[in-house]
């Protein structure tokens, strides 16, 4: 069974910073591709940022980009989401995803967190 737990979000001042974590097992960290999405409250899920097994060549959202970064923690077995300068846009629920290695990549993600709440207050 594998689980992607979330944790990290909290109410933050928007220009403020936080770090997402995201737990998962050695395997998925290593043989998925991950992803950030978030929900903000009557809208639709939205991707956020995505990174290869390898962790290289992230992609992020227009809207992110510049002031999140993801990062791996290959020992740790965690993938991280920096987020910096947050705006109020920036609140919603946060969700890890990650595809299931042995059936490859078709777009979608086969695992979920619960996710983590971020608010950002004026």
């Known amino acids: 069974q594998v689980q992607l737990v979330e944790s990290g979000g909290g109410l933050v001042q928007a220009g403020g910073s936080l770090r997402l974590s995201c737990a998962a097992s050695?395997?998925?960290?290593?043989?998925?591709?991950m992803a950030w999405f978030r929900q903000a409250p009557g809208k639709e899920r939205e991707l956020v940022a995505t990174?290869?097994?390898?962790?290289?060549?992230?992609y992020y959202a227009d809207s992110v980009k510049g002031r999140f970064t993801l990062s791996k923690d290959y020992a740790g077995a965690r993938l991280y989401l920096q987020m910096n300068s947050l705006k109020p846009e920036d609140t919603a629920v946060y969700y890890c995803?990650?595809?299931?290695?042995?059936?490859?990549?078709?777009?979608?993600?086969?695992?979920w967190g619960r996710g983590t709440q971020v608010t950002v207050s004026l």
């Open positions: 995803a990650a595809n299931e290695p042995s059936y490859g990549f078709s777009g979608s993600y086969d695992y």
């Open positions: 050695g395997r998925i960290l290593s043989n998925s591709i």
């Open positions: 990174v290869s097994q390898s962790g290289s060549n992230p």
